[in-house]
DNA sequence: TCTCTTGCCGATACAGTGTATTGAGCGATA
DNA sequence: TATCGCTCAATACACTGTATCGGCAAGAGA
């Protein structure tokens, strides 16, 4: 159970224990790890072996692996620039929503986390806030409306981009090896006639820049939030 | 590894066996599980016993727990009726979405399991298929790129949704009992002035019907569309 | 009808997980 | 110096997915 929010819970003050040890320097470990291997090398007793320390430990500066979870995704919300104050908001979404890709980029787990649970760390909390401030709509329910659809277009994006990336990588980085692994059943999928636009779709689309086709997703949206609000 | 689909291999025959056991039978009592008590309650343990089997019966089945996940992901995908053959494109999107959002309202899990893995189950194929048939762009493309955007979307959108949902249920249905449990933490930070725009939302926000907020960001995507490619 | 073979089912086993409990050691205080 | 309290590590538990193996039962051949 345990909802109370722990993002301002004091750490145990001097450890003049072998190592040290905080609580950022267990998140960094365990971004590291996740980094490197993934989500499923993010476990106590992983994370408490790379810091030269029994996985109980660990108990004294997170309570639960869900916290971990989430002090790692507000690590990550850390990373991300805010946009500029008094940008444009077209602007201003935009730079977020790259810069939301940018870091499920570099930690590919990000995605998974994003959006399983509420984010209240401060981090998370501060890069929200600066995304409501870039839309300067007087009615506080559009502001968050717009901002909502934005993020949900972002999300959704980012983690079909990032799911697309890994099943490349699963089944050995080519579209040849890909034909080889998946290919005989969808061959026979395809076959049977019953998908002649997935079969379009497969022959003849012409693989264009995952960035590209993000963006002009984006632009969608962004439009159409344009024309609705007359801005 | 073994990333050979699985949807045509065939059931082993005849089985005279305590109970005669498919591998639908299977699919279906995971599904209720993870209805009744999330995806925490679909283990091969558990499905095996809610059949009377034991655990190791279920791999004559299903090679693998992520196949069953894959399977049970493709069943509801079963549940969703294509938009209606010559719909207008609009309205065949639309139709899509609500379609996917009410899956998704009755199987909570659904959502998790959406974007995670690439989906090519026969369901999941004729889903793609009538949702790509509803845009009627030349360029094929386009149609990917325009399906592509109002799927991310509507994941997103959804997953966050029943993230909230979940989130009040844990703490307990009310605001009222969310004051008291998250409250506290959030009232400090809001207090510390560095998030004026969050403490509007959260004190002058109304709350809107979840439905009517779906579709407002849907009808941005859309409208951005229909802008972009003068429909 | 008796025997052999084949294939399926269940029990057991293993490595891994998150976490509760317990015991030992050590630093600070009385 | 003796005691208390705190912290860390070891152990333990329930649970996961899955490999392996042993027995049983049904079908095939003589």
Redesign the interface.
């Known amino acids: 159970m345990s ?3 722990v ?2 819970r004091p750490e145990p003050p001097g450890k003049p224990s072998p190592t040290p040890l905080t609580r950022e320097l267990i998140v960094n470990a365990a971004i590291r790890l996740a980094d490197g291997g993934g989500l499923d090398d993010v476990s106590f007793r992983k994370v408490a072996a790379a810091l030269n320390a029994g996985p109980m430990r660990l108990y004294g500066y997170v309570e639960t692996k869900d916290e971990l979870l989430d002090l790692m995704v507000d690590e990550v919300y850390g990373e991300i620039t805010p946009p500029p104050a008094k940008a444009d908001w077209r602007y201003g979404l935009k730079h977020v929503a790259h810069e939301i890709r940018n870091a499920a980029k570099r930690h590919e787990w990000f995605i ?1 986390l994003l ?4 984010h ?1 760390g ?1 981090h998370s ?2 890069h ?2 600066s995304t ?2 870039t839309v300067r709509l007087a009615d ?2 559009q ?4 901002v ?2 934005v ?7 980012v ?2 981009e990032i ?2 990336l890994r ?1 490349e990588r ?2 050995g980085l080519t579209e040849e090896q890909w034909q080889r ?2 290919g ?3 061959a ?2 395809l076959a049977t006639g ?5 079969g ?2 497969m022959h ?3 693989d ?1 820049d995952h960035a590209e ?1 993000f963006g ?2 984006l ?7 344009a ?2 609000h007359g801005l």
């Open positions: 909802n109370e929010p993002w301002d998974d959006g399983g649970r509420p209240q401060p909390l501060t929200i806030e409501l401030a506080i329910d502001v968050l409306g717009v909502s659809a993020m949900a277009y972002v999300f959704g994006a983690r079909s799911t697309e099943a699963a089944t692994a998946s005989p059943y969808m026979r999928m019953r998908f002649p636009l997935l379009r779709v003849e689309s012409t264009r086709v002009t997703g632009d969608y949206v962004l439009d159409g939030i024309v609705r």
